[in-house]
């Protein structure tokens, strides 16, 4: 989180201080502003601003996409009650209005009421993939490297062939973060433990 000088008036996001221009703030676009004396320095506790911001930006996307949603039921209404249709039955339209030849008013404003929904349903669907994940913070990626790398202590053991994200090779070594392989060539290769999947069928027997 940087500290700067604020060129607008604010408040802070901790303790909801006023912080007008030219105050020392700390500020991150992903957690916000504050006032010097609640500057977060604890991960877990920023991960919390985060998720908060994160929460009310989603509740946001969620609303416009409930609307859009609304929106392409009313135009989907219309475009029924236009042709004819009963949801509540099969669905049908009247098929005399639907294969009647030429240019018929109401069979254009029932289609453009159909394209309305279907463009109403799309753009809440835009508005659902825009939704953003759980908030991270540093340390997070190799916490799950970490991960990655107890399942493969568990199963990994020298002279054993495995194949990494990279190459190929027989275990000669493992070490605490990486093992050490042997390559066709007969050069060595040490490999991080996060990239090397467990081979098909080693350790099956012990689930």
């Known amino acids: 989180m940087r500290t700067l000088e604020s060129k607008y008036d604010g408040v802070c996001a901790a303790c909801g201080a006023d912080l007008p221009v030219g105050s020392t703030i700390g500020y991150e676009k992903a957690t916000g502003t504050f006032c010097p004396a609640c500057i977060p320095t604890d991960t877990e506790e920023i991960r919390a601003y ?29 475009s029924d009650t236009l042709m004819g249709r009963d949801r509540s039955e099969d669905g049908r339209a009247d ?70 994200v990279f190459v190929t090779g027989e275990v000669i070594r493992v070490n605490k973060k990486t093992a050490t392989l042997r390559l066709d060539s007969g050069s060595t290769w040490r490999e991080d433990l996060s990239f090397i999947p467990r081979p098909k069928g080693v350790g099956d027997d012990e689930q």
């Open 50 to 78: 985060r998720q908060a911001k994160i929460d009310r930006k989603n509740e946001r996307r969620e609303g416009w996409a409930q609307a859009r949603e609304r929106k392409a039921a009313e135009a989907q209404g219309r």
């Open 95 to 164: 098929w005399a209005l639907v294969s009647q030849p030429g240019y018929i008013p109401q069979r254009a404003q029932a289609n453009r009421a159909q394209e309305r929904a279907w463009q109403e349903a799309a753009k809440a669907d835009e508005h659902r993939s825009k939704m953003i994940g759980p908030a991270t913070v540093k340390g997070d990626a190799e916490r799950r490297r970490e991960a990655k790398r107890d399942v493969t202590r568990g199963w990994i053991r020298k002279g054993m062939r495995v194949t990494s």
